[in-house]
Antibody, heavy 121, light 107 residues
Framework: EVHLVESGGGLVQPGGSLRLSCAASGFNFGTHCMSWVRQAPGKGLEWVANIKQDGSGIFYVDSVKGRFTISRDNAKNSLYLQMNSLRAEDTAAYYC??????????????WGQGTLVTVSS | EIVLTQSPATLSLSPGEGATLSCRASQSVTNNLAWYQQRPGQAPRLLIYDTSKRATGIPARFSGSGSGTDFTLTISSLEPEDFAVYYCQQRREWPLTFGGGTKVEIK
């Protein structure tokens, strides 16, 4: 069974940093593009970043460019999101999502349960 | 960026009724549109991709149609578990964008 499990969320002060991790199991991680999607409390979904199978072809939403870095370790079946210079508006549940095989960007056919990031002083 | 506008914001229906949800794009996304369902407290779930392809395990009562800028998700007969929020999403160009969502609630 396919599983994506996020970790690393928590409370951080504005300007601080966090590193999110996503542990994948039940499928060949290295054959899928992967993504991070976030959802502010009570709000809709917002795509954050994508990374291709080999770690190239990285894309970000403008609001996080220069602050967030997506990466992956195929040997460890893991996806990461390094978040720096955090702002209050980054407060959200962050979901790790798998891109359907043979697709580059979406659709997202499998999602983790999310990890909550709260940016507040 | 491509803006996706979903309507209505809320749909109040009874179990057994049909539901029609709309998603309009600010420019053509050809057929590169997906639909997701999100139940309260849960992660989103892929329903439809490439406008009309059902994802694995999705019941036949869910169907998608449209092209260009206007798309529809149809639920032929609502089951109790279908009351949720539905989002459309485009992959025609970066950044990937989602619509604001339609909540299907029990009347």
């Amino acid at each position: 069974e396919v599983h994506l499990v996020e970790s690393g969320g928590g409370l951080v002060q504005p300007g601080g940093s966090l590193r999110l991790s996503c542990a994948a199991s039940g499928f060949n991680f290295g054959t899928h593009c992967m993504s991070w999607v976030r959802q502010a409390p009570g709000k809709g979904l917002e795509w954050v970043a994508n990374i291709k199978q080999d770690g190239s072809g990285i894309f970000y939403v403008d609001s996080v460019k220069g602050r967030f870095t997506i990466s992956r370790d195929n040997a460890k079946n893991s996806l990461y999101l390094q978040m720096n210079s955090l702002r209050a508006e980054d407060t959200a549940a962050y979901y790790c999502a798998r891109v359907l095989v043979d697709y580059i960007s979406t659709p997202f056919d499998c999602w983790g349960q999310g990890t909550l990031v709260t940016v507040s002083s | 960026e491509i803006v996706l506008t979903q309507s209505p914001a809320t749909l109040s229906l009874s179990p057994g009724e049909g539901a029609t949800l709309s998603c309009r794009a600010s420019q053509s996304v050809t057929n590169n549109l997906a639909w997701y369902q999100q139940r309260p407290g849960q992660a989103p779930r892929l329903l439809i991709y490439d406008t009309s392809k059902r994802a694995t395990g999705i019941p036949a009562r869910f169907s998608g149609s449209g092209s260009g800028t206007d798309f529809t998700l149809t639920i032929s007969s609502l089951e109790p578990e279908d009351f949720a929020v539905y989002y459309c999403q485009q992959r025609r160009e970066w950044p990937l964008t989602f619509g604001g969502g339609t909540k299907v609630e029990i009347k």
